[in-house]
């Protein structure tokens, strides 16, 4: 049985809330190269306390560089970036207290059971929920025992956003939590990003699927080309462009449909351009 609300070992830190979760201003980060590659240029974006914030877009817009900026594992070329009020230069320490992270691709020891890793990954919070209940949040309190090294890619993904909320953060970046995952996975996580955010948290998440950027965020920011050309809740964004679904406004804008897969191809007859078809149906 799933907990109604994760037991706490320890208060939770709460800062004013009137505070933004993330504040980023003309965000650079540029790669040396010949030419250099510029990935992200010139962002900004506000997140509030308490919201889920999308970052949407297609593979190599810029998301997991802007989101991996954000959680203190790169440095940005320029520009400004303030967590929860606080700065990587000054406060690393605390901010690694009040954040949790699961990563595109997490690395974890083949050797340890899930249970084990959790219970590594809860070590680092001074106060948090129990393992066994981040298994549970997740569907893998069964698979406790199981080595890590025994279990599928779906369910490796789901363990490494278990170790994201085992210290129940403030704020939680989840980068593609769902892509590879079977649609029943894919619904868990996305009611555990609804329970986190009604107790009052914090979610920042990438993801290529409109589908749920539609369903979990409150509001989200299209990404192409390391550039926000959209934001807005998504009501507002269909509302906008006068359209029906999320994907279609990214054609809107690039002139280009996003595919499941996560990459972009051409809008034209062999591809269905669907936003006619809406537009000619009164949809």
């Known amino acids: 049985m799933k907990p109604d609300k994760p037991r706490l070992d320890g208060p939770p830190d709460r800062s004013s809330e ?10 650079v980060k540029r790669y040396p190269g010949r030419p250099p590659v510029e990935a992200v240029r010139g962002l900004s974006l ?6 889920c914030f999308g970052l949407l877009g297609p593979n190599g817009a810029g998301k997991t560089t802007t989101i991996e900026i954000l959680e203190g594992l790169l440095t940005p070329t320029s520009g400004s970036v303030e967590v929860l009020g606080l700065s990587w230069a000054r406060d690393e320490g605390r901010l690694r207290e009040l954040i949790g992270v699961s ?8 050797k340890l059971s899930l249970l084990e890793t959790v219970r590594l990954f809860r070590s680092f919070y001074s106060s948090g929920i129990e393992p066994l209940a981040a298994l549970e949040l997740v569907g893998l309190v069964h698979k406790a025992a199981a080595r890590v090294s025994d279990v599928s890619g779906g369910e490796r993904q789901r363990l490494a956003v278990a170790t994201a909320v085992v210290g ?4 939680l970046f989840l980068d ?11 619904r868990q996580i996305w009611s555990l990003v609804e329970m986190f955010r009604g107790c009052g948290h914090t979610v920042m ?3 290529h699927f409109m589908d749920e950027a539609e369903r979990l965020c409150d509001r989200l920011a299209i990404v192409d080309a ?3 050309i959209a934001e807005g809740t998504p009501a507002e964004l269909l509302a906008e ?3 029906a679904h999320l994907d279609d406004v990214f054609v809107k804008l690039a002139g280009r449909r996003l595919s499941e897969s996560g990459w972009t191809e051409p809008v034209g007859p062999g591809n269905g351009d669907r936003v006619g078809a809406d537009a000619e149906a009164g949809r």
């Open 18 to 27: 009137t505070t933004p979760a993330i504040r980023v201003r003309d965000l």
């Open 241 to 243: 462009f006068g359209v």
């Open 176 to 186: 593609e939590p769902t892509t590879g995952l079977d649609p029943q996975s894919r």
């Open 168 to 171: 129940w953060p403030r704020l």
């Open 103 to 110: 990563l595109q691709e997490t690395r974890l020891s083949e």
């Open 226 to 228: 390391g550039r926000i």
């Open 205 to 207: 998440l990438t993801t």
């Open 46 to 51: 506000t997140v509030c306390q308490g919201e």
